[in-house]
């Protein structure tokens, strides 16, 4: 998949590399949802995330050469309108500059937190300051109504009910955000979730497969802790390399995911439905 825009690229104005000549114009994505994705699409995505070996699918990492090693995410990525056969949204797409060579132009970042007051406290449990609750976010683009945030549920996909934890809700929102909309649909090859959570982008590149391979224990011997959420978020990315499209984790520091730390940090001041209920983006 490719867009229908070739861009040319001009020297950006204070000098710092350069810019597209056509960021500002709406970016042309070739959309599937009327046809089945390419096959070459399907076979890249699929291998480069494990071919589900062990029934589990792992993310492939995104990094930097050593050049690029401490960017900002938005010096990759730039909040642009996209024309597709859904209609014309913004996303965080690939600045033009870095096609392609850190990734194709179809590809797509979605930045994601969670947080959690009295983190650890457990079910039920309260602190001297109250009981914990979780707060998920996901960004979309730059704009204040492309920020997706809700509170944990008590009783998460699997129905039962479980400790309300930092984890937990960074977990939980990779997993909204991969399902909120049909990614591969908009037109999209790669999509890039930018976290700060070591615990989320290291489990979903590297030790999911581990797990898997050892029976879903650690290599203590201990039960995987969040094995529900591990289970499905593997599940959806495994979805999206069978439509082709790529998943990746690219780990940055704190700074770089504010917005949506402070969107999850604020949906964790309100008490979550006892249910969990999927959250689709229709519009956005």
Known sequence: MTSSIEP???PRPDGSGYESADDDVPRRMRGYYSF?????????????????????????????PPGLSDSNPHDIFASRPIRSATGT??????????????????TMAIFTDGACTNNGAGVGKSSSTGTPQGGCAFVLNGDAGGIIAFPLETQEPSNVGNDQTNNRAELQA???ALQFRSWS????????????????AFGATLWLRRW???GWRTSQ???V??????????????????????????????????????????????????????IYGIVL
């Not at 649909?185 to 989320?200: K, M, P």
């Open 8 to 10: 040319l690229l001009r």
């Open 36 to 64: 089945a994705p390419d096959p070459s699409d399907t076979f890249r995505a699929r291998h480069a995330m494990g071919n589900g070996a062990n029934g589990v699918w792992t993310a492939t990492r995104f990094s930097m």
């Open 89 to 106: 949204r913004k996303r965080f797409v690939i600045r033009s500059r870095h096609v392609p060579a850190l990734s194709p132009s179809t």
């Open 174 to 176: 990779a997993i909204e």
């Open 185 to 200: 649909g908009e037109g999209w090859g790669r999509v890039v979730l930018i976290t700060d959570s070591e615990y989320v």
């Open 212 to 214: 898997a391979e050892n």
């Open 221 to 223: 011997g201990g039960g």
């Open 225 to 278: 802790k969040n094995a529900d959420l591990w289970h499905e978020l593997s599940d959806s990315m495994g979805e999206m390399a069978n439509d082709g499209c790529e998943v990746s984790f690219w780990k940055v520091p704190r700074r770089w995911v504010a917005k949506a730390d402070m969107a999850a940090r604020q949906a964790a001041n309100n008490a979550g439905p006892d249910q969990h209920a999927p």
